[in-house]
Structure formats: structure tokens, C-alpha cells
């Protein structure tokens, strides 16, 4: 996006949310074992398009390309994780709630 | 408290982290989802997680604004920076991992200013994790074309004898700005000069502070 | 000074993940200082090992990137380019 035009820098901040860091610590960890890329995430990310950019927010953008590149890696499968956010979606609505620990 | 509710706190008593009390978004079911199967995969613990979140919280613009003090008061410290960064830091005791880092001073001739078009590079091995600006389309689109203009919205006015090098972190390179020393700071410790240091500094949209 | 050695991007457009930004296509450059070999991103983001691949830092007037569009045309803009995507070259007249 490098030249393109765009309007003023925003100069609004956040303190990263809890699960933030987690998505940006499972990054770290799963590439440190070698199960994907860091380009292998940037090639997802770029593949999710001009839209993606604009409706998702940065580690939600993450989170869906770390979940990409470890199912390519094998880790587990579709499947394992279909099964597992229908489990995690049906401990309650919260953050607080649907966490195990 | 009067902010305090019974609602907002968990089955321990505690109140839940801001996050944790507004409805999960289908993302953040994904993260609970793909966190607890690296683990039941073996991939990770819990504890690992904690640890590594944990590190990159310790991880701030002050452990970099001790390398720029450094520089600023010992001269042999300041040529082994800018011939490698990696190593300087290391040797200062900055737990920096892999990362490869390029010094770049920052003179009364030339101003140095960090970007990444491609993603959102930052070495955030030394100062954490890049402000929400940094990853902003509008700084990651017109720094590279009109930094002056991107450099003026952050009060930061360059005379036009000064030439402006943009650096498009592109590839496996990270990028810290070494800044000017401030007139006046001659008597100073390095605690003391730190303390002058920006994070914006340290990418080039700042300029150190004055004492 | 010492001489400049200059190089030129290439100006393929091909889909999927690389790591020479767009706005580089083309544009003529000089070594602004060799960074060592590094495996292959084009690569590494499909999942294949990597081949180690010399990795240059060239440095671009704004003049050559932008042309009379350029905000101010001595100020420079430098990238790190993988060796296949470089040609040898000559001086661009912008510099």
C-alpha cells in the first residue's frame, strides 16, 4: 500500500487486550516451534484481500491467519477446530466465561 | 468502589479483565479454540503462553531508550551499534532473540524515519509492541511518499537542508533511530538522558526531549 | 564518495506473497549495503524450505520513486530487495 493516498495518521491508541497478547504469543510460539512462517502468516493475510483490512481488526486478522497456517501445518483439523469453538461457544457468552482456566 | 458491580466480577471475586466481560466475538472464539488445542497437542502449556505474554510486557521504548543514552556517552559502544546493532544490544543485556537490527543515526544533516508498507515490521524485540499508528494504513501508505507531511502531523518540522531517509522495512531487517542529542544534556548521567527518549523518536516521528 | 553500483527492480506483478513493495517495480536504485544471504520468503510462505538468498539494502532518491510527484526530490527511501528480483543498471537520470 506503500504511496497510495490516505487521509491524516490516527493518533488514537488501545492497551492490547488480554486476548490479544495470546493471539500475538500463540504467533510467537507456534513459529519458534516451527510449525509455520512468519511469511506464511503475512501470504494469508495478504490473501484475505482489501476487505478484511477494513472489516477486521489487526489480531482478529491474526488470529484467522494463524488458525490458516496451522491447520496447512497439520497441527490439527478442520474438524478439531469446528468441534472446539462449538464447545467454547457453548460455555457462555463471555471472555471470562468460556476461558478454561 | 462505586464503579464496582456484582456482575463484573468472576466466580473467584476478582473483576474480569476489560475484555472479558463483553460478549465473545466469533474471533475471540477462535483464540480460546486455537490456544487450547496447541495445548492439548503439545504444543504449548498455559504456563508457556503466560511467560511469553509476561515477556513481551516487560518489553518497552525504555529498554531502548537505555541503548540511545548509551550511545549518546560511550563512543566505543556507539561504533559497535551502528556496525551491528544485534550484537551491541545483546551485549547490553537485551534479550532481543533472532531479531536483526540496524542502528540509524540521526544528525543535524539527515533524519531517518521507520515504516513498514508490507506489514507492520517494528523491533518490537527491543521496544515492544508497535503503537496502533504504526500499523495504520495512512502511515504505512504516505510515509514512504510524503514524509515531511507525515513527519509535520507529528510536530516534527525538518529544515529542507535536512535530507529525509524513509526506511521500508521490508524484509528481514528491524530498524531503531538513534536521535539527536538535545542541546543542554552535557551534564547528564545515561539515566537521565534515557529518560529524554521517546518511543517516537526511536521510529523517527519524534525528536528526543529537551531537559 | 565512493562509486555507486545501481540496480534496477523488476517490474513483474506476480499474485500471491513477495516482499518487494509495488511501488518499487522498476525503479533504479544503488547498493546501499549487502546484508547476507537469507532464505527465500517467497518460499518460506508456501511452506517450502527456503532457498538462502543474498538480501540488499538499495537505497532510492524520491525523485526516481515518484518522479515530479516527490515531496522533496533529494530525500531517499531505502528497502531491503532479494537478489532475483535486481538487475544490474545504469544511473537513472533523476539522481
Same mark, same amino acid.
Given at each position: 500500500?506503500?504511496?497510495?493516498?490516505?487521509?491524516?495518521?490516527?493518533?488514537?491508541?488501545?492497551?492490547?487486550?488480554?486476548?490479544?497478547?495470546?493471539?500475538?504469543?500463540?504467533?510467537?510460539?507456534?513459529?519458534?516451534?516451527?510449525?509455520?512462517?512468519?511469511?506464511?502468516?503475512?501470504?494469508?493475510?495478504?490473501?484475505? $484481500?482489501?476487505?478484511?483490512?477494513?472489516?477486521?481488526?489487526?489480531?482478529?486478522?491474526?488470529?484467522?491467519?494463524?488458525?490458516?497456517?496451522?491447520?496447512?501445518?497439520?497441527?490439527?483439523?478442520?474438524?478439531?477446530?469446528?468441534?472446539?469453538?462449538?464447545?467454547?461457544?457453548?460455555?457462555?457468552?463471555?471472555? $471470562?466465561?468460556?476461558?478454561?482456566? | 468502589?462505586?464503579?464496582?458491580?456484582?456482575?463484573?466480577?468472576?466466580?473467584?471475586?476478582?473483576?474480569?479483565?476489560?475484555?472479558?466481560?463483553?460478549?465473545?466475538?466469533?474471533?475471540?472464539?477462535?483464540? !480460546?479454540?486455537?490456544? *487450547?488445542?496447541? !495445548?492439548?497437542?503439545?504444543?504449548?502449556?498455559?504456563?508457556?503462553?503466560?511467560?511469553?505474554?509476561?515477556?513481551?510486557?516487560?518489553?518497552?521504548?525504555?529498554?531502548?531508550?537505555?541503548?540511545?543514552?548509551?550511545?549518546?556517552?560511550?563512543?566505543?559502544?556507539?561504533?559497535?551499534?551502528?556496525?551491528?546493532?544485534?550484537?551491541?544490544?545483546? &551485549?547490553?543485556?537485551?534479550?532481543?532473540?533472532?531479531?536483526?537490527?540496524?542502528?540509524?543515526?540521526?544528525?543535524? *544533516?539527515?533524519?531517518?524515519?521507520?515504516? =513498514?508498507?508490507? =506489514?507492520? =515490521?517494528?523491533?518490537?524485540?527491543?521496544?515492544?509492541?508497535?503503537?496502533?499508528?504504526?500499523?495504520?494504513?495512512?502511515?504505512?501508505?504516505?510515509?514512504?511518499?510524503?514524509?515531511?507531511?507525515?513527519?509535520? &502531523?507529528?510536530?516534527?518540522?525538518?529544515?529542507?537542508?535536512?535530507?529525509?531517509?524513509?526506511?521500508?522495512?521490508?524484509?528481514?531487517?528491524?530498524?531503531?533511530?538513534?536521535?539527536?542529542?538535545? *542541546?543542554?544534556?552535557?551534564?547528564?548521567?545515561? *539515566?537521565?538522558?534515557?529518560?529524554?527518549?521517546?518511543?517516537?523518536?526511536?521510529?523517527?516521528?519524534?525528536?528526543?526531549?529537551?531537559? | 564518495?565512493?562509486?555507486?553500483?545501481?540496480?534496477?527492480?523488476?517490474?513483474?506483478?506476480?499474485?500471491?506473497?513477495?516482499?518487494?513493495?509495488?511501488?518499487?517495480?522498476?525503479?533504479?536504485?544503488?547498493?546501499?549495503?549487502?546484508?547476507?544471504?537469507?532464505?527465500?520468503?517467497?518460499?518460506? #510462505?508456501?511452506?517450502?524450505?527456503?532457498?538462502?538468498?543474498?538480501?540488499?539494502?538499495?537505497?532510492?532518491?524520491?525523485?526516481?520513486?515518484?518522479?515530479?510527484? #516527490?515531496?522533496?526530490?533529494?530525500?531517499?527511501?531505502?528497502?531491503?530487495?532479494?537478489?532475483?528480483?535486481?538487475?544490474?543498471?545504469?544511473?537513472?537520470?533523476?539522481?
Amino acid at each position: 500500500m506503500g504511496g497510495t493516498a490516505a487521509g491524516p495518521v490516527p493518533d488514537a491508541s488501545h492497551d492490547f487486550a488480554l486476548w490479544e497478547k495470546r493471539v500475538d504469543a500463540l504467533l510467537v510460539i507456534a513459529s519458534s516451534e516451527g510449525h509455520f512462517t512468519v511469511d506464511g502468516l503475512r501470504r494469508v493475510l495478504e490473501d484475505m $484481500g482489501e476487505e478484511a483490512f477494513e472489516t477486521m481488526s489487526y489480531y482478529e486478522r491474526w488470529i484467522s491467519s494463524v488458525n490458516q497456517n496451522l491447520i496447512e501445518a497439520g497441527v490439527y483439523t478442520t474438524a478439531e477446530l469446528a468441534t472446539k469453538m462449538t464447545e467454547v461457544a457453548a460455555r457462555g457468552p463471555t471472555y $471470562g466465561e468460556a476461558a478454561s482456566d | 468502589m462505586p464503579h464496582d458491580h456484582h456482575d463484573h466480577l468472576s466466580p473467584s471475586g476478582h473483576p474480569y479483565r476489560p475484555d472479558n466481560d463483553h460478549p465473545l466475538t466469533y474471533w475471540q472464539q477462535m483464540e !480460546i479454540a486455537v490456544r *487450547e488445542l496447541l !495445548i492439548e497437542k503439545g504444543v504449548t502449556t498455559a504456563a508457556e503462553i503466560s511467560a511469553q505474554i509476561d515477556a513481551m510486557d516487560a518489553r518497552s521504548p525504555t529498554d531502548g531508550a537505555k541503548v540511545v543514552a548509551r550511545a549518546w556517552t560511550d563512543p566505543a559502544f556507539r561504533e559497535a551499534l551502528f556496525a551491528d546493532a544485534s550484537a551491541a544490544t545483546r &551485549e547490553m543485556g537485551f534479550d532481543i532473540g533472532p531479531m536483526r537490527l540496524i542502528a540509524l543515526e540521526n544528525t543535524a *544533516e539527515v533524519h531517518n524515519v521507520v515504516v =513498514c508498507t508490507l =506489514c507492520s =515490521c517494528y523491533p518490537r524485540n527491543l521496544l515492544g509492541l508497535p503503537p496502533d499508528w504504526y500499523k495504520s494504513r495512512a502511515y504505512r501508505a504516505r510515509t514512504v511518499k510524503e514524509p515531511r507531511k507525515v513527519l509535520a &502531523e507529528f510536530g516534527v518540522d525538518l529544515p529542507d537542508g535536512t535530507t529525509v531517509r524513509v526506511h521500508d522495512s521490508t524484509a528481514d531487517m528491524r530498524y531503531v533511530v538513534i536521535p539527536m542529542r538535545p *542541546e543542554g544534556t552535557e551534564g547528564l548521567d545515561e *539515566e537521565a538522558l534515557a529518560a529524554l527518549v521517546t518511543r517516537d523518536s526511536m521510529i523517527g516521528t519524534g525528536l528526543a526531549k529537551a531537559p | 564518495m565512493t562509486e555507486r553500483t545501481y540496480l534496477r527492480v523488476r517490474e513483474d506483478m506476480p499474485p500471491g506473497h513477495v516482499r518487494t513493495p509495488a511501488y518499487l517495480r522498476g525503479k533504479t536504485g544503488w547498493i546501499e549495503r549487502e546484508l547476507g544471504s537469507f532464505p527465500n520468503p517467497e518460499e518460506l #510462505a508456501y511452506r517450502h524450505a527456503g532457498t538462502p538468498t543474498p538480501l540488499l539494502r538499495v537505497r532510492f532518491s524520491m525523485a526516481e520513486v515518484w518522479g515530479d510527484a #516527490a515531496e522533496n526530490p533529494q530525500d531517499t527511501l531505502d528497502a531491503e530487495i532479494y537478489a532475483h528480483w535486481l538487475a544490474p543498471a545504469e544511473a537513472p537520470h533523476a539522481t
